[in-house]
């Protein structure tokens, strides 16, 4: 099987493109390589690398592919509300023509990565602590969560004999990728941790988040790839190991942070802010797929602080690894360019 990773440079991306290579398929990647290729360095002589944007599909993109996994666009709630046009734009827009773009193309499969904060209510209510399944009614509120669930609407609308679009809805994904990221909340608290010596807790650490390793959402895409179409084709499943409160998940990083030798104040925070907030189950991908997660949070944990000891991703100042920061960066980048590109215009317009 050939597969077309959109996104294959990012967090997920990479250690997916990995996942595939080990199973034996082809894959070729399409990313705008905003946050650079460094990740598939070291296989990038076993895929094809193609640098483009999501928005813009030439049709030779799907010559011999057999699958997509779309996992293209803004990733998290802070960039989605920076630039809530791009957003809309990748994350609803063009999920949607790439789904389109496969059935013109003949081709039979494509994994969407939604997200489980579909199911936030913005709120810290006990009237909506429960436990959701892919059944429960959800009613996102956030720029980032609409636009996932418009493009799971599309999508869905598209399913036919033909055409098998499966969607997972991951929870919060923790565990070192080698495109790292330090604005999830495990990641970011091993971060704080080893930079500060402190872990803040939002909300006192009440709210709950469903959590999955970076390793485990990989393997969930694989399994979205290979299972019978009768079980997958227009079904949307939670990718998620267990939930946690956030000061529980504390406790637990801290424990394994202690056993490494790192000392760890944990600082509740009650300042106002926005909530997410939300607690979803995973039976139903183990029921129909045999999803079973096999790494925990503190297993992943111990990776990270070992790498880091090891001067992997460890200048956690650079904005590389916080993908708000690395959009502002840009965007300032972009506009001293642009001032500057002004400037020459004034100096010639002046000299003519």
Known sequence: MNVLVVGGAGYVG?????????????VRVLDRLFFGDDGLRDVADRIELIEGDMRALPPSLFDGIDAVVNLGGLSNDPTAEYNPTANHEMNTVAAAQLAEAC???GVPRYVLASSASIYDRGALDERHDALLDEDSAVHPTATYSVSKREAELRLLQLTSDAFTPVILRKGTIFGFSPRMRYDLVVNTFVKDALAHGAIAL???????????SVRDAARAYALALEAPKELVAGEIFNVVRRNYRISELALRVRE??????VACDLRPDYAERKVRTYRVAGTKMQ????????????GAVAEMIERVRAGV??????????????????????????????GADRDRAVSR
Request: glycine residues 12%.
């Open 14 to 26: 990479c250690v997916l493109v990995r996942e595939l290579l080990g199973r034996g398929y082809g």
């Open 103 to 105: 059935v013109e193309q």
């Open 202 to 212: 939002h909300c006192g650490g009440e709210l709950w988040r469903p959590l999955v």
């Open 256 to 261: 394994v942070l202690r056993a490494h030798g």
């Open 287 to 298: 029921r129909l797929l045999g999803f079973e997660p096999a790494d925990d949070v503190d």
């Open 313 to 342: 991703a460890a200048d956690f100042d650079n904005p590389r690894y916080y993908n708000i920061e690395w959009m502002r960066a840009h965007e300032n980048e972009s506009d001293r360019d642009g001032a500057a590109g002004r």
